[in-house]
């Protein structure tokens, strides 16, 4: 299986701060790469896919890119409804796998 | 508005099969491939697999032998069949819509099985 790896595990910001997270694949992947957020008792919601698309509704805040083996998900302003974990997720080869995530904390 | 809903018993005995079913609503299932995902503590979030609504299906080489997907286009469902269940299995799972292969738009809301006797 392809191991996905994202840093950091967590980390902690204030309102208005610029968010990067980074997520590493254990072998090229293309850009089959997606983004997903998850609030605590929610499902997953997906925002980015093909490492640099925005899913229908998401806002402009968002962004990512990269591609083979390095990805970045920046948040440019966070806002208060993105306090949230983050997970990568490489849909290159099957089974499909995720990083294991990460926490967006209120500093 | 395409919803999924998932539903099935939040508590199975170990060695029992763990069933689940995705009852789609505002959108035909007879298209995109439909995945169960699922969500534990330990094991962060994991694909089990996913079916075409023609019936074909691919599993998680992790889970294989003991997943059985299907898929009711009459009914707007696809189910899960999970069997040998151990309390490594207890989970939230989680139905979703892949609109192309791989890539999720839409997701139930989850529903927490616990292995368990």
């Known amino acids: 299986d392809i191991q996905m790896t994202q840093s950091p595990s967590s980390l902690s910001a204030s309102v208005g701060d610029r968010v990067t997270i980074t997520c590493r694949a254990s072998q090229g992947i293309g850009n089959y790469l997606a983004w997903l957020q998850q609030k605590p008792g929610k499902a997953p919601k997906s925002l980015i896919y093909?490492?640099?698309t925005l899913q229908s509704g998401v806002p402009s805040r968002f962004s990512g890119s990269g591609s083979g083996t390095d990805f970045t998900l920046t948040i440019s302003s966070l806002q208060p409804e993105d306090f949230a974990t983050y997970y990568c997720q490489q849909y290159n080869r099957f089974p499909w796998t995720f990083g294991q995530g990460t926490k967006v904390e209120i500093k | 508005q395409v919803q999924l809903q998932e539903s099935g018993p939040g508590l199975v005995e170990p060695s029992e099969t763990l069933s689940l079913t995705c009852t789609v609503s505002?959108?035909?299932?007879?298209?995109?491939?439909w995945s169960w995902i699922r969500q534990s503590p330990g094991k962060g979030l994991e694909w089990i697999g996913y079916?075409?609504?023609?019936?074909?299906?691919n599993y998680n080489p992790s889970l294989r032998g003991r997943v059985t997907m299907s898929v009711d286009t009459s009914k707007n469902q696809f189910s899960l069949k999970l069997s040998s269940v151990t309390a490594a299995d207890t989970a939230v799972y989680y139905c979703a819509r892949e609109e192309n292969n791989g890539i999720v738009d839409y997701w139930g809301q989850g529903t927490l099985v616990t292995v368990s006797s």
């Open positions: 505002g959108g035909s299932i007879s298209t995109y491939y």
């Open positions: 079916i075409y609504y023609s019936g074909i299906a």
């Open positions: 093909a490492a640099s």
